[in-house]
């Protein structure tokens, strides 16, 4: 288990909304991982970047995730054990959405934990701001995206055999 801190950021994308979707998470150095899926939303894509890039670093003992989506940091450190206690409802009594994706990220938490791993700290960041790591998730995620709307859902990973990327420099968004 790595003591050092690690920085990955997160995004997802989507093409219509619900509509072809994409996640991905890109760390500081350069390690990244994206996935598409054929139909899902902007947050199911900014859930899936979370607990992939969570998934993908159970070794890392202080995990710094940085997302530009309010909704994916409230829904992990506020209201997912609240949906789940109250039988997958929110406050409001409505059934909560994306339950399984909900499951996955407490159950990769809690591993966590049983391991003694510290959590994960989460940190939000502006999107579209000139953030180089957050710049590079969102352009894996739409990449994902386009992907699906092409009919193709997979994930492809720097873990497996996919290049580094140069993250000291923001990526070249004409793709």
Request: glycine share 10%; charged share 25%; aromatic share 6%.
């Given at each position: 288990m790595s003591e050092e801190?690690?920085?990955?950021?997160t995004d997802g994308a989507c093409k219509g909304n619900p509509g072809p979707a994409g996640w991905a998470w890109?760390?500081?150095d350069g390690h990244w991982a994206a996935g598409s899926i054929l139909e899902g939303t902007?947050?199911?894509?900014?859930l899936l970047g979370l607990l992939r890039a969570i998934e993908d670093h159970a070794d890392i003992s202080h995990l710094v995730v940085q997302a530009d989506s309010k909704y994916a940091i409230d829904t992990y450190s506020k209201w997912m054990d609240g949906h789940r206690r109250r039988g997958w409802k929110t406050?409001?009594?409505?059934?909560?959405?994306n339950v399984e994706i909900l499951e996955q990220l407490i159950a990769a938490?809690?591993?966590?934990?049983?391991a003694g791993i510290p959590d994960v700290v989460l940190?939000?960041?502006r999107g579209h701001s000139g953030h180089v790591l957050n710049a590079w998730a969102?352009?894996?995620?739409?990449r994902a995206s386009e992907r699906a709307a092409e009919g193709t859902a997979s994930a492809w990973s720097s873990l497996g055999s996919q290049e580094k990327l140069d993250v000291t420099v923001p990526p070249n968004n004409g793709r």
């Amino acid at each position: 288990m790595s003591e050092e801190r690690y920085i990955v950021a997160t995004d997802g994308a989507c093409k219509g909304n619900p509509g072809p979707a994409g996640w991905a998470w890109v760390g500081e150095d350069g390690h990244w991982a994206a996935g598409s899926i054929l139909e899902g939303t902007n947050n199911i894509g900014e859930l899936l970047g979370l607990l992939r890039a969570i998934e993908d670093h159970a070794d890392i003992s202080h995990l710094v995730v940085q997302a530009d989506s309010k909704y994916a940091i409230d829904t992990y450190s506020k209201w997912m054990d609240g949906h789940r206690r109250r039988g997958w409802k929110t406050s409001s009594g409505t059934p909560a959405k994306n339950v399984e994706i909900l499951e996955q990220l407490i159950a990769a938490r809690d591993a966590r934990r049983a391991a003694g791993i510290p959590d994960v700290v989460l940190e939000h960041v502006r999107g579209h701001s000139g953030h180089v790591l957050n710049a590079w998730a969102d352009e894996r995620a739409v990449r994902a995206s386009e992907r699906a709307a092409e009919g193709t859902a997979s994930a492809w990973s720097s873990l497996g055999s996919q290049e580094k990327l140069d993250v000291t420099v923001p990526p070249n968004n004409g793709r």
